[in-house]
């Protein structure tokens, strides 16, 4: 089986056991995901599966959708709520101070990853470091906040909720965390929904709940299975020949000047051909359109 389920993840449980769980219900051996989400958090996690898992490489950078909810005048060492409280402070903080704090973080920003994420340094998780009470300096990444936009605050809970649109690898709990440090009394991260991945929302997820449910019921996956080429609508599409589909899905690189779409030097594509649909992935070198990665039949 190829192509891919979008799973709404439910709370206390790993992007890597989901895995298995899909592994196990759909019995596929390869299986993938695009993009660790935190234990704590649901919402949007696709999974690769089958022929799919071949193009984890090359997906492209997206945006991401989240729905945060804090807690104003704490701080804990993993900047959520599962954390060893570091901090209480009093709070004095209205709805027009919070608002002009946030708009300080829409745009290009920059964020120190936090100790707890998987992120690596020198092939070794963050997390696994901050399990071991270590501590290391982090480099400061850029990231883009498209959208933050407030739900809901109350002022006497100091509970927020906020709509984030943001670039690949920006970190909710470090945003939250700065907001709190920006504000003077701290913040702490206290649910966190993602709502958007790879240009999938939460209307094209399904839980494992309802996976187990269609397994055991015989029912299939089609209905719920979104196709490969679905992860690469911003790239260009290119339509090709018979004889060019044959030679590319063969691994041949096609001449530019016989490919009527224009790409520029270096730019990914889609490729289609006309019988067998989406092809794969090419990219432009020179004045030629190269292989990156064929969707197999037999995938």
Do not use: W
Request: charged content about 30%.
């Amino acid at each position: 089986m190829t192509g891919i389920i979008c799973i709404n993840k439910d709370k206390s449980i790993t992007s890597f056991g989901v895995v298995a769980k899909v592994r196990g219900i759909c019995r596929e051996k390869k299986v993938g995901h695009t993009g660790t989400l935190d234990p704590m958090a649901t919402g949007v996690l696709p999974i690769l599966l089958g022929g799919a898992t071949r193009f984890l490489n090359f997906l492209p950078d997206s945006d991401k959708g989240y729905r945060a909810e804090f807690m104003l005048g704490k701080t804990t060492d993993t900047l959520d709520i599962t954390g060893e409280v570091t901090g209480e402070y009093e709070v004095n903080v209205g709805v027009d101070e919070l608002e002009a704090v946030l708009d300080c973080f829409r745009g290009r920003i920059e964020q120190i990853p936090p100790m707890y994420s998987a992120k690596s340094v020198d092939g070794v998780r963050l997390y696994e470091l901050a399990r071991k009470g270590e501590s290391i300096n982090r480099k400061p990444c850029q990231v883009e906040i498209k959208r933050l936009n407030l739900v809901d605050f109350d002022e006497k809970s100091n509970c927020c909720t906020i709509d984030v649109l943001c670039s690949k690898g920006t970190y909710i709990r470090s945003l939250i965390d700065d907001i709190g440090q920006k504000l003077g009394c701290g913040a702490v991260m206290t649910s966190l929904i993602r709502t958007r991945a790879m240009g999938f929302t939460l209307e094209d997820c399904v839980t494992i709940e309802n996976l187990q449910d269609m397994r055991d019921k015989d029912k299939g996956f089609r209905e719920i299975l979104h196709s490969v080429d679905s992860m690469f609508s911003q790239y260009k599409r290119v339509d090709v020949s018979p004889a060019q589909s044959t030679r590319f899905f063969n691994g041949g690189a096609l001449d530019i000047a016989r490919i009527r779409t224009s790409i520029e030097l270096d730019e990914i594509c889609t490729v289609y051909g006309s019988e067998r649909g989406f092809l794969g992935l090419g990219q432009r070198k020179d004045d030629e359109l190269r292989v990156l990665r064929v969707l197999a039949l037999n995938d």
